[in-house]
């Protein structure tokens, strides 16, 4: 793919318009009528806005007028998504796609009809499907919305309000639907699988198609996945009248909280907020070796604090990032590559993580902030390890950074005030907590207003200090001769976008509000600061000539910022309902332990092999979904396969663990060719090959692909069980062992690797991310009793600890099943004691000792124990080393390497200099 440079734009890509088209056809929709139409999308898109506003805040129950509960918002949610779907996405004319889209609703015809069993006439489907061909067949124009699909949309809307409407009517009739549910049901199907395929591909379309056909089709399926099949009646039941399928958590996730993120990140793009991160991370990091492409690591991981997409992540920076790259010596390819393997990063990067950390509260069901503590860890790590990929990078290159338009100051110097800098910080955080639990119980009621006036203050000074430092615009670095902007001046003149941010952290970590209040307090500080900041700064500087103008300007970025949003979010609401599609299909027909079956005889039992195939189940259903789709369906489908496979295996996974495996195997498809979309996006900017450039993205993303594989054997790096030293000196040792990993896979240390060089420094970083994998071949971290020693046992474990059990019993199917359970054992004197306090009882039969009877909410039932399952193994824990004496050699051995590699790398420079 060559693309010629473009006046308009200074790339060497695509033009400015053409990305924009290239984001709208992926993200918001590439249909962008004029006239009325265009004014009808636009205020489609803005009510959309205003009413996940008005649902998220308290003013309704304040005035009690216009409360929805969250089956009605659902509804509503989804009934803008598939209308904005029809009007604002063209539908691609390919002929797999037109093939796809005439395909689907006729094979779905011919599986309604096959399980009607008199529900509903075979004509009535017969003209519901016959109508939605035609509609497709007749076409998509790009310039504006055909007859046919403004019926399609609004059609598809009401039956998307149809639980809304008749709300009170269906939940009469709970389990009994009628012919106008069936009619909803059937036509909202077949319609949402028709947007489905506009807004998001085939994909995700094809993968929903057969698993209603699976939930039709089940006694005619190969036994091991056979089911007794479902009737037209128990599918819209399930699918679209009740919450379990269409309108399940997936969409109740994107209503109540999703849209309010995407919104927020889209009135912080809007504000300015993108250019200033991105200008400050070059003026910090510009200067280093090829410091363009450290600067799009950095910029793209603030910008994937509050962005959902890949894709408008690549977009947003790479405009900007990727011709510096190539301006320091980097390829097309590796420009590309840096840009996509960082903005794919940004969906790991909390607090939004590409809508994922909420679906993780609903589906794991933890906090919200312990989502957010678990993944913060490894995202920071893999971020640190891309900047280090990128400057071995360099290092091989020789390449240099930017020029400074300063002269540094000395490094001790600086070291001073960056200290000082973040101590003042410290004392501000402490201050402004203290303060707000002093405020709160002083003024009552009333705290809110204090807090506000508190805020708008804090706000007022920082935008007076950003009119002394207005930010640069970023097309200057790309002139010939540009220099790096001043470090202060750069941060100071964006300071007050951080205000929101530190809202929402707020909100979310110190207060614990619910993710959905949050953002809307967040949204709202956020919309007061996207009004004022033009004509405030216009008076601050002087311009009261100005005043209309700014006004009239802020008006219209907040109506950009609220369409963006409400545009923004289509792809995502379609994908959360499809998605329902397949987890209610998973929980009608118990797919899900045939799945177990499926993957325990193609794994033989072997927990590698059981991530191995999970991670490329990811991959492959990624290729084709976006992010929270792929989420929703693998974990759907595999992480309880995981946790039950690992627990028989001896592995006990945390959910949280298995929940983030599979969600980092879905960005990663993001990147893999050959439909890895951020890549080719990022060879659209770059003008490079998409292929190559995903192949070498792949490389850089390795580190990703790692992480997910180590903190499942080590949960230590999700914060699991640690207290704040300990976590400090897991996220020490793991960021070193991480750059080991990127040094290896890259070839480059200090200097070139030789192979053994390389493999050595696999196994030093693998040391040091699991030490415990070599204590326990040099000492046994468990005894092994007989069943009936087990009191014996219990006895002589350490309080505290657990006790290991291997048990033989049935599952909820009636199924012998083996497993792994760990008993908490207490402090009391003796074993009996301890074993009863557990909530277990014991007895012998026939010269095996099995479980009598496990006390209701005890530990043991909580460990998954249950009466009349047999003890076959008992392992209690045993006096072992320390694991992280393993660190020692491990560290000798780096030690001695890089002397090597020093030495080496001398002789070289020697050699070369005394070549010249």
């Known amino acids: 793919m060559t693309n010629q440079p473009n006046p308009e734009s200074g790339l060497d890509g695509l033009s400015q318009a053409e990305l924009d088209e290239l984001v709208a056809a992926a993200d918001t929709g590439a249909r962008t009528p004029g006239g009325a139409v265009g004014t009808l999308i636009l205020l489609t898109a803005l009510a959309w806005s205003l009413f996940q506003l008005w649902f998220a805040s308290p003013i309704p129950f304040m005035v009690n007028w216009g409360v929805f509960n969250d089956t009605e918002a659902r509804s509503i949610h989804l009934a803008f998504a598939i209308f904005l779907a029809f009007v604002a996405y063209p539908a691609a004319r390919t002929p797999v796609q037109l093939v796809l889209g005439v395909g689907v609703p006729v094979l779905l015809g011919f599986l309604f009809i096959f399980g009607a069993e008199g529900d509903l006439s075979p004509f009535v489907i017969g003209g519901i499907v016959a109508a939605v061909v035609v509609a497709i067949l007749l076409g998509s124009p790009r310039d504006h919305v055909a007859p046919w699909e403004w019926a399609l949309a609004i059609v598809g809307a009401f039956t998307a309000l149809y639980l809304f409407i008749f709300y009170r009517e269906i939940s009469d009739r709970v389990g009994a639907p009628i012919t106008q549910d069936f009619v909803a049901g059937v ?24 698993f209603l056909a699976y939930t039709f089709l089940g006694p005619h399926m190969p036994s091991i996945i056979a089911h ?13 009248i009740t919450t379990e399928g269409v309108f399940g958590i997936a969409l109740g996730v994107s209503t109540s909280f999703v849209f309010l993120f995407v919104l927020f990140g889209s009135l912080l793009d809007k504000a300015g907020a993108g250019n200033y991160f991105i200008q400050v991370a070059f003026s910090l990091m510009g200067h280093l070796r090829g410091g363009p492409a450290k600067a799009a690591v950095v910029s793209s991981a603030m910008t994937g604090l509050i962005s959902g997409s890949s894709i408008a992540n690549v977009v947003t920076t ?58 913060f860890l490894p995202a920071v790590i893999s971020y640190i390890a891309l900047v280090y990929i990128v400057h071995l990078e360099a290092m091989k290159a020789g390449m240099q950074g930017m020029e400074r338009a300063y002269t540094p100051k000395p490094i001790v110097q600086r070291l001073i005030g960056t200290a000082f800098g973040v101590a003042v910080i410290c004392a501000l955080s402490f201050g402004v907590y203290y303060a707000m639990g002093w405020i709160r119980p002083t003024f009552g009621a009333s705290a809110g207003y204090v807090v506000f006036g508190f805020l708008t203050a804090v706000y007022l000074g920082l935008l007076w200090l950003s009119t002394r430092h207005p930010t640069p615009e970023m097309s200057d670095l790309d002139k010939p001769g540009a220099k790096l902007p001043l470090p202060g001046p750069t941060v100071k003149s964006g300071l007050h976008f951080i205000l929101p941010v530190v809202v929402l952290v707020w909100a979310l970590m110190v207060d614990r509000l619910s993710p959905g209040l949050s953002a809307f307090w967040a949204s709202a ?9 033009r004509p405030i700064a216009a008076l601050m500087m002087g311009r009261g000539s100005a005043l209309a103008g700014e006004i009239a300007g802020g008006v219209k970025d907040l109506v950009d910022g609220l369409v963006a949003g409400a545009r923004n979010m289509i792809g995502i609401g379609i994908a959360t309902a499809t998605a329902g599609i397949i987890v209610g299909s998973v929980s009608q027909t118990g797919v899900g332990s045939a799945l177990a079956d499926v993957v325990e005889v193609l794994s033989g039992g072997n927990i590698m092999a059981i991530l191995f195939l999970t991670a490329i189940l990811s991959l492959i259903l990624g290729m084709g979904l976006p992010t929270t789709a792929n989420y929703i369906v693998v ?36 990147v893999t060719p050959p439909v890895g979309l951020a890549s080719f996006a990022a060879a659209a900017v770059s003008g490079g090959d998409p292929i190559k450039t995903g192949v070498v993205a792949f490389f850089y993303s390795l580190r990703t692909a790692a992480l997910p594989f180590l903190f499942i054997f080590n949960t230590e790096l999700l914060l699991i069980n640690v207290d704040l030293a300990h976590g400090i000196f897991v996220f020490v040792v793991a960021t070193v062992a991480m750059l080991l990993f990127a040094a290896a896979t890259q070839g480059w240390f200090i200097t070139r690797n030789k192979i053994w060089e390389s493999v050595l420094l696999l196994l030093i970083a693998f040391t040091l991310f699991r030490p415990g994998f070599w204590m326990d071949m040099v000492s046994p971290p468990y005894i092994e009793r007989a069943p009936s020693e087990i009191v014996a046992a219990a006895e002589n474990t350490p309080p505290n600890e ?13 199924d012998p099943i083996e497993f792994v359970a760990l008993l908490p054992i207490g402090n009391e004197p003796t074993g009996a004691e ?6 277990i009882v014991l007895a012998e039969r026939d010269g095996k000792t099995v479980i009598d009877d496990v006390a209701f909410g005890s530990a043991a039932a909580e460990a998954g124990l249950d009466w009349d399952q047999e003890i076959l193994r008992v392992l209690r824990p045993a006096d072992q080393p320390s694991k992280y004496l393993m660190y020692i050699p491990a560290l000798l051995v780096l030690g001695g390497l890089v002397m090597l590699q020093r030495r080496r790398a001398a002789n070289g420079a020697a050699a070369r200099a005394a070549t010249v």
């Open 187 to 210: 036509v909202g199907l077949i319609i949402l699988l028709e947007a489905t395929r506009r807004s998001l591909g085939p994909a995700l379309m094809i993968v929903a198609t057969l």
């Open 228 to 240: 007794k099949g479902n009737s037209l009646s128990e599918v819209i039941n399930h699918q679209w």
């Open 318 to 375: 790479g405009t900007f990032t990727i011709p510096l790259m190539k301006k320091v010596g980097f390829s097309s390819e590796k420009a590309g590559a840096v840009e996509v393997a960082s903005s794919v990063n940004g969906q790991i990067m909390p607090p939004v993580m590409g809508a994922a950390a909420f679906l993780m509260v609903e589906y794991v069901g933890i906090p919200y902030f312990e989502v957010v503590k678990h993944a």
């Open 525 to 533: 500080f956020m919309i007061f600061i996207l009004v004022t900041q």
């Open 635 to 670: 974990s759907a489908l595999l992480a309880p396969v995981i946790v039950t496979l690992g627990q028989q295996n001896g592995l006990i996974v945390p959910l949280i663990a298995v929940h983030l495996f599979v969600f980092y195997f879905g960005i990663m498809a993001d």
């Open 802 to 814: 657990k006790l290991r059990l291997r048990v033989a019993g049935l599952n909820d199917l009636g």
């Open 834 to 839: 301890r074993l009863e306090a557990a909530g």
